[in-house]
């Protein structure tokens, strides 16, 4: 959703600006069909961190808590990076697979329609 200011010549200060970060960039993570979450997650991290950490530290760390995540099959899983289909290998970087300060990672597990199959 974009913000309008009420004043054509308002300039405030970008407080969430990549330069804020200290090298890192801000990464959100969200897991469709499975509203127990309202929103994507959001992580400061590096651009140089693999793809397999990103599976075996951050999704355990925003999802584990939900009943249906240790089904979850993360070769079947299936991706889109800024809503691209997407197609990550455990080896690249988050920087070669194009993730962009403030870009959104979102996934889907087929066979995994959110508790008791309610979304939620």
């Not at 969430?16 to 890192?24: I, V």
Request: with cysteine; proline share 6%; aromatic share 14%.
């Amino acid at each position: 959703m974009s913000v309008r200011a009420l004043q054509d010549n308002y300039r405030g200060e970008v407080l969430d600006a990549r330069e804020n970060f200290g090298g890192n960039i801000i990464v959100y993570f969200g897991w469709e069909e499975h509203q127990f979450f309202c929103a994507a997650k959001a992580f400061p991290l590096s651009p140089e961190m693999g793809w397999g950490d990103v599976i075996d530290q951050i999704m355990p760390e925003a999802f584990a808590q939900h009943p249906e995540f240790e089904k979850i099959d993360w070769s079947q899983a299936q991706w889109t990076l800024d809503n691209a289909p997407l197609q990550p290998q455990r080896e690249q970087s988050l920087q070669q697979l194009g993730a962009g300060h403030k870009s959104c990672f979102r996934f889907t597990t087929p066979g995994l329609n959110g508790y008791q199959g309610a979304g939620v």
